[in-house]
């Protein structure tokens, strides 16, 4: 086990720069993101005329992440029923 977790360090360390980030001011935590996407979503489903249900909030938010993913992707595949 312990070999494993020095391989992996080793192999990652490029990655943990952690004390560098916080002294330029980087944010290296991921309670910010996560909370910026909890208030997105949130005023999304809950905002007038949006999508309030799960599965809406599903419909709305996989393609959307796609898209930012990759832009040139199709989307025509999740516009069921509004495209002909």
Not at 11 to 28: D, G, P, Q, S, V
Not at 42 to 63: D, F, T, V
Not at 71 to 77: E, T
Request: net charge positive.
């Amino acid at each position: 086990m312990r070999r494993l977790n020095l391989r992996y360090f080793r192999e990652y360390k490029h990655r943990m720069r952690y004390a560098t980030l916080a002294a330029e001011n980087y944010h290296i935590g991921s309670g910010l993101v996560k909370n910026a996407c909890v208030t997105v979503v949130g005023m999304r489903r809950k905002g007038s005329g949006m999508c309030r249900s799960q599965a809406g909030a599903e419909a709305m938010l996989n393609p959307r992440a796609l898209l930012l993913t990759d832009p040139d992707v199709d989307l025509k595949q999740y516009a069921t029923g509004y495209i002909q």
